[in-house]
């Protein structure tokens, strides 16, 4: 099959992540839009234990500056991959910042009745694996939509910091996205070959 004929496909293959971006606002409704298609993913027990944290103006340079000033506690390579998300934030007309509520632990964990260790660590992967669905399906729309997008998981190494700026003192972090016009087109780096990550049994 020619997966570029598919429009879905071919969004999934022109997917990349894009780390510096045009200095031009991203209209509203472009960012719901976005924000839409990551509230239609599949999440466990359908509880969307999901929030999206929209950063624009002065909000998303105060957040590069603390990811710039926290980048100086590490070594490289952590410091250098810190100041290069702080950068792609800064170039950014918005950022998306992806928490999880706990709202899928809390309520998983009343329902089953196992281990209350075993309940925490199976529903909060759960929690995680949902919300990783939504961050997915939020950098697809984007593509569909001409736009770039990269997932800053870096940025869990200061998880703290970045949950009380936040103000979500409370939540887990998952993702923090920044989304732009892309300055340039760009390949991406190759995928292993499929037969690589394939076997039958
Ligand atoms: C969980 C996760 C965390 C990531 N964290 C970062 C990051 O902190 N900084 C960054 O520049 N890219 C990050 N990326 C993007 C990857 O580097 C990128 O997806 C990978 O190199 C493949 O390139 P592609 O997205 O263009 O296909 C992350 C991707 C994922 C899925």
Do not use: C
Request: aromatic share 6%.
């Amino acid at each position: 099959m020619n997966t570029l004929s598919n429009e879905t496909l071919a969004t999934i293959h022109a997917r990349h992540s894009i780390r510096q971006f045009e200095p031009r606002e991203l209209a509203e409704d472009m960012v719901m839009t976005l924000l839409d298609a990551a509230n239609q993913a599949p999440s466990a027990h359908n509880r969307q234990s999901w929030k999206f944290v929209i950063l624009e103006g002065n909000a998303r340079i105060e957040l590069a500056e603390l990811v710039s000033t926290a980048s100086k506690i590490f070594d490289r390579p952590a410091s250098s991959l810190l100041r290069m998300a702080a950068r792609s934030i800064a170039s950014a007309p918005v950022t998306i910042a992806v928490i999880n509520t706990g709202d899928l632990i809390s309520h998983g964990t009343e329902l089953f009745q196992v281990d209350k260790d075993m309940g925490f660590d199976f529903f909060r992967t759960m929690e995680i694996q949902s919300s990783a669905a939504a961050v997915e399906n939020l950098l697809l729309a984007a593509t569909s939509l001409g736009l770039g997008a990269v997932w800053l998981g870096i940025l869990y190494l200061i998880k703290d910091r970045i949950l009380t700026f936040l103000q979500e003192p409370q939540g887990e972090f998952m993702a923090v996205i920044p989304v732009g016009h892309p300055v340039r087109p760009t390949q991406g780096p190759n995928k292993k070959p499929l037969e690589n990550v394939i076997k039958k049994i």
